[in-house]
């Protein structure tokens, strides 16, 4: 079983592929546990799956605010763990 799939078994998990809710989630304070690359695909997992699932509407709809200084950081960190996987 590789590890998205026992992601999606573990209740307090949450993965992504989707590098601007990763970094969202990031610059919201949300522990970033692993990523897994599976084929061109790497998928963030965060600790948290309720508060983020809560959270992820906001992000969609612009309601939920992010400090920018955060959100830049959280970005940059993101795309460097991009380019050394």
């Known amino acids: 079983m ?3 799939e026992e ?4 209740s307090n998990q949450y993965s ?6 990763a970094s969202f989630l990031k610059a919201k304070g949300f522990k970033l546990v692993a990523t897994n690359k599976k084929g061109k695909d790497v ?3 965060f600790e948290g799956k309720e ?3 809560n ?3 906001g992000f ?6 992010v400090i920018a200084i955060d959100l830049t950081t ?3 960190n993101i795309k460097s763990m991009l380019h050394n996987i």
Do not use: M, Q, V
């Open 7 to 10: 992601i999606k078994r573990d």
């Open 51 to 53: 508060k983020i699932e």
């Open 55 to 57: 959270i992820l509407p």
């Open 43 to 45: 998928y963030f997992i």
């Open 60 to 65: 969609y709809n612009g309601t939920e605010k």
């Open 16 to 21: 992504t592929k989707d590098y601007y809710i």
């Open 74 to 76: 959280a970005i940059r």
């Open 2 to 4: 590789d590890l998205i």
